[in-house]
């Protein structure tokens, strides 16, 4: 089955921790995504990356990390140094510029 | 910058009847638009990209329009069924450069049976 995978569903850290949400894909698209979707808001961009090694910043990067070392992977670090981390993440991925993929999202609750 | 509005917010329909949701985008050079649905606590599940070439795209009882020049586009939904409830959500990908896509905060619909 093709498709992009987020784990974990439900992800609790206390303040001060950084934590790291997994994203993989097999629907073998060059470019990746990282969102943030909070209550009321549009979903907002904070990383993506068009090819293997190499990623650029999106609108609310700040606090957060990632890399890209291989094609279907795309893994997420919210670290202490984000001011509000609970939300609702989602990864996507494309060809580029085509039509968006999404994964099932992980809630992240800090406490 | 681009900014993408969708009204209304929310829409309680009648289980049976036709049913039209609205994005509205303020920059016209787009590369393509998407619509997606989201139910709640899940991710986003594409519905139809319509590329700006284009006009319309239909997939079953889904029909979407596309005006880049008016900067809209319409999701029509045929004969609302209880399983449609979910929040409707369009993304718009800018042209030229990163083609960066911006998302409306989306149309939360209710099909009552």
């Known amino acids: 089955d093709g498709g992009i995978t987020q784990s974990p569903k439900y992800l609790f850290r206390k303040e001060g921790q950084n934590v790291t949400l997994s994203c993989e894909q097999n629907?073998?698209?060059?470019?990746m995504y990282w969102y943030r979707q909070d209550p009321g808001q549009g979903l907002r961009l904070i990383y993506y990356s068009q090819i293997v090694n190499d990623f650029q910043k999106g609108d609310i990067a700040e606090g957060y990390s990632v890399s890209r070392e291989k094609k279907e992977s795309f893994p997420l670090t919210v670290t202490s140094a984000q001011k509000n981390p609970t939300a609702f993440y989602l990864c996507?991925?494309?060809?580029?510029?085509?039509?968006?993929?999404f994964g099932p999202g992980t809630r992240l609750t800090v406490t | 910058k681009q900014e993408v509005t969708q009204i209304p917010a929310a829409l309680s329909v009648p289980e049976g009847e036709n049913l039209v949701l609205n994005c509205s985008f303020t920059d016209s050079a787009i590369y393509n638009l998407q619509w997606f649905r989201q139910d709640p606590g899940k991710g986003l599940t594409s519905l139809l990209l319509i590329q700006s070439s284009q006009r319309e795209q239909t997939s079953g009882r889904l029909n979407a329009s596309l005006d880049k020049s008016s900067g809209r586009s319409t999701l029509y939904i045929a004969a609302s069924q209880p399983g449609d409830s979910a929040t409707y959500l369009c993304a718009v990908r800018n042209s030229g450069g990163y083609q960066k896509v911006t998302f409306g905060i989306g149309t939360k619909l209710q099909v009552i049976p």
């Open positions: 629907l073998n698209h060059d470019a």
């Open positions: 996507a991925s494309s060809y580029t510029g085509d039509e968006q993929y």
